[in-house]
């Protein structure tokens, strides 16, 4: 099975800085088919970015997919206060589908 | 707007099976993969298996000598059985649905808790 890593753990940052979240795979994921998601307490998880690099309708254009292969990067431009929340990422192209162990952005 | 909501028992006892539902709103079952998976509290998203409206199932091998996943499209519900639970079952279950491949729609989740 396709083992994701994303790092870091915790990343603290201020409202209007910019994030960067990585994950990396254990092999490579077919198609790049990578999805991110947005998660806050008590509530389930909403896609983000598909595909990689797409975003999910109604995803503001702050949030931004790059990457290929091994290796992916969840960029927001410029945090808001509802930003701040767990961001996960999972691989679909094979099975097991498997999820990151998730990256939590605070507030600093 | 597709809507999708899990009941089932909040507690189940160690050795016993857990069995939820997810039912869907606002939308076909029909033409769609479905998936069930698990966050144990403060962990990680666990994919358990999904289920094609056809009644074609794919599990995580992880769970698969214990999961069952089928689908009753007259009532537009998929269901969830896991045997022999024990306390690292522990978590919030989900149901959800395939875009395909990512999950577009989740349900709200419900907490399932193992323990005597």
């Known amino acids: 099975e396709i083992v994701l890593t994303q790092s870091p753990g915790t990343l603290s940052l201020s409202p209007g800085e910019r994030a960067t979240l990585s994950c990396r795979a254990s092999q490579t994921v077919t198609n790049n088919y990578l999805a991110w998601y947005q998660q806050k307490p008590g509530q389930a998880p909403r896609v983000l970015i598909y595909?990689?690099?797409t975003r999910a309708t109604g995803i503001p254009d702050r949030f931004s997919g790059s990457g290929s292969g091994t290796d992916f990067t969840l960029t927001i431009s410029r945090l808001e206060p509802e930003d701040f929340a767990v961001y996960s990422c999972q691989q679909y192209g094979n099975s097991p589908r498997t999820f990151g162990q998730g990256t939590k952005l605070e507030i600093k | 707007q597709v809507q999708l909501q899990e009941s089932g028992p909040g507690l189940v006892k160690p050795s016993e099976t857990l069995s939820l539902i997810c039912t869907v709103s606002g939308g076909s079952i029909s033409n769609y993969y479905w998936s069930w998976i698990r966050q144990p509290p403060g962990k990680g998203l666990e994919w358990i298996g999904y289920?094609?409206?056809?009644?074609?199932?794919n599990y995580n091998p992880s769970l698969k000598s214990r999961v069952t996943i089928s689908v009753d499209t007259s009532k537009n519900q998929f269901s969830l059985k896991l045997n022999s639970v024990t306390a690292t079952d522990t978590a919030v279950y989900y149901c959800a649905r395939h875009a395909p491949g990512f999950h577009d729609y989740w349900g709200q989740g419900t907490l399932v808790t193992v323990s005597s």
């Open positions: 289920i094609y409206y056809t009644g074609n199932t």
């Open positions: 595909g990689a690099s």
